[in-house]
């Protein structure tokens, strides 16, 4: 199926705030690799801005991991140091795709851009990711299956590591990286189960 000329401006776009930040991308250069006149962008869009806003709008990482947290993965919460494992995998192999890779970088650029969206940011993105895992800390404290520590620390604990795997491996695509992210994953979850499992 082909896109519609408005989702080729949308691919584009993203290829290219991704590479070269808002400030860096033009109407121009979108329009050339699109293969239209700049002028028919504005058929679309009213401005570069709006091309944005739309792309962020589009894009809700902070619901991808709830999406991914399903009552069959709590399920598995019998096995907690698997499911740790399992479910900080998926996520890893999420934002493995090239969209989220586009993504992450592009809220990076944003996040040091002047007059940014502010419920478009890299702070959101980790805060919700944080979120997920406090429901999952908190369900491990129901079960019994951890000490009793706040769950926003230990959702704080678990998720800054798990960002800097992404940030360090995932963000190229590099098999050995993967892999590498793989063996960094599992340390780190050794490590914390270890740190936090109840008596």
Known sequence: MSLSTKEKII???LDQFSSYGFAGSSVRNIAKEVGIRESAIYNHFSSKNEILNEILERYSPW???L?????DSLNELENPQKFLY????????????????KMLRLLIFEEFRENSNP??????????LQELWV?????????????NID??????????PLFFIRLEFISGEDSKKIINANDK???????????????
């Open 185 to 199: 994953l599992k340390g780190h979850i050794n490590f914390f189960w270890n740190a936090i499992k109840g008596e």
């Open 86 to 101: 399992s479910f900080s995998e998926k996520l890893l192999n999420h934002w493995n795709s090239d969209f989220e890779r």
């Open 63 to 65: 619901d991808a991991g």
């Open 151 to 160: 769950s926003e620390v230990l959702a704080n604990e678990f998720v800054a």
């Open 119 to 128: 419920d478009n940011s890299l702070k959101k993105l980790i805060s919700s």
């Open 135 to 147: 429901i999952i800390f908190n369900e491990m404290k129901k079960l019994n299956i951890i000490s």
């Open 11 to 13: 691919s584009v776009s």
């Open 67 to 71: 999406n991914l947290l399903t009552d």
